[in-house]
């Protein structure tokens, strides 16, 4: 059976690739196709992959090899982001189901697919993807629906993040949205199935973005499944803290993404104590999509002195965690990394306005309400009184973030795995069954 899985960003490859792990374990068929704008030669979780046969890896804009060869297959790139080419990718592959990242679905003019509307917005797509082949990194995801929504092929949306947030609003842009009633993402509702990570995002999108019970479906975290958590850990390149650090506490910031109702102001003056702090040695990653938080904004300010600070934004978190003693975040998944890898967690609350899981969960990180309660734990910290979570607060984050709020434990990627080789086998009759006892893992017909 052959399984199409696309990369577009960081974050995709980041949680599809425990996916394609455990599609590869058990032998299926898997090609990995990288849109245009992602560099994989550096990504050390697709080098993972390529160690099996059945993986094959297919760059739309091919990056390998000098410039003259660069320049000599510039036109199969180009070719490689029109909507023919989709159509020709699934049928030359026989693919059974193709597996994009978050986002919207084929629109509502594709429906039904024989019709003169349907037809027309065909020829509207395939003239979108001969301006935009090449310089929008999304075209490659949208032709591929639309090929596979024609060609009958199995639709799935998988995760590109786990979202902690339990606030419906977010942002500004959301809130002014939602004034009007739910989002009209019905689009979305056209997949076989749409994977969310957690069960309150999954009721997000049926509450606030007209999903469908039956297609928003829970499997849990494949990233964070302590299966794939070793196994990431284990092949992630290693890293060295910048400076010798001893008797000093290694501490990680994360950069908050800043259009999330993030008080910058507070962040910023989170950063200023921190870098004057004796017992700190101080590093700051930016966000993997500089779009939505990077280390640039502090950098604006005179007061902040990067001598003192290590700027690791290219690092990967996996490594950096690694390395360091504690990670300070608000508002991202990456918490569970530090909690799972055994670091202490500070969970600066006060630097947003929003409530997560961590806000939520008690004995999971350190609460900090002020950024003289960060500096008053890590003091702690430093002479010797590091925070450790409680067993009850570890499975309770386990069971709602990893194991999609279910009361037991079990193999998320290969969860995942089972259900993509039941939806791209036609085996449905007792996925079905199940559905009508499980709501969060129903899988529509």
Request: hydrophobic share 45%; charged share 25%.
């Amino acid at each position: 059976m052959s399984v199409l899985l696309v990369f577009r960003t960081y974050a995709d490859v980041d949680h599809v690739v425990p996916v394609a792990w455990k599609l590869l374990e058990r032998g299926e068929e898997v090609h990995g196709l990288v849109s245009t704008g992602y560099d994989p030669r550096s990504d050390y979780r697709l080098r993972f992959l390529e160690r099996y046969d059945n993986f094959h890896l297919h760059e739309v804009w091919p990056r390998r090899g000098g410039r003259l060869r660069r320049v000599l297959v510039a036109p199969v790139g180009w070719a490689r982001n029109l909507l023919p080419w989709s159509f020709w990718f699934l049928l030359r592959h026989r693919v059974r189901l193709a597996a994009v990242e978050w986002g919207h679905g084929v629109v509502d003019a594709y429906e039904p697919r024989l019709s003169l509307r349907a037809a027309a917005r065909l020829v509207k797509d395939l003239l979108v993807s001969v301006r935009d082949a090449g310089r929008e990194p999304l075209i490659l995801r949208s032709n591929l629906i639309v090929a596979a929504w024609f060609l009958r092929r199995r639709l799935v949306c998988l995760p590109h993040g786990l979202n902690v947030k339990l606030d419906a609003i977010t942002t500004e842009a959301a809130a002014l949205a939602l004034e009007h009633g739910p989002y009209p993402w019905t689009d979305q509702n056209r997949f076989d199935a749409y994977v969310l990570n957690t069960e309150h995002h999954r009721q997000w999108h049926i509450d606030h973005a007209s999903g469908d019970p039956a297609v928003m479906q829970t499997w849990g975290s494949a990233r964070w499944s302590p299966e794939w958590v070793e196994v990431n850990r284990r092949i992630a390149p290693p890293f060295e803290w910048p400076e010798p650090a001893v008797d000093r506490v290694k501490v990680v910031l994360m950069v908050p993404k800043w259009k999330k109702r993030v008080r910058a102001e507070a962040v910023v003056d989170l950063v200023k104590r921190l870098q004057d702090l004796d017992c700190v040695s101080l590093a700051i990653k930016g966000h993997p999509r500089p779009e939505d938080g990077s280390a640039d904004p502090l950098r604006a300010d005179s007061d902040l002195d990067w001598q003192r600070i290590h700027d690791v934004t290219g690092v990967d978190s996996i490594s950096l965690i690694r390395a360091c003693d504690v990670v300070i975040d608000a508002g991202s998944s990456i918490g569970i990394e530090a909690v799972m890898q055994g670091k202490v967690l500070v969970n600066p609350s006060y630097v947003h306005e929003i409530r997560t899981l961590f806000d939520e969960i008690e004995g999971a990180a350190v609460v900090a309400e002020s950024s003289s309660e960060v500096i008053a734990y890590l003091r702690r910290h430093a002479s010797g009184s590091p925070h450790e979570v409680s067993s009850e607060g570890r499975a309770e984050l386990m069971r709602r973030a990893v194991y999609a709020s279910r009361p037991e434990r079990f193999d998320v990627p290969q969860h995942y795995a089972d259900r993509i080789v039941a939806l791209a086998g036609g085996h449905l009759e007792s996925h079905a069954r199940e559905a009508r006892t499980v709501p969060d893992t129903a899988v529509r017909r």
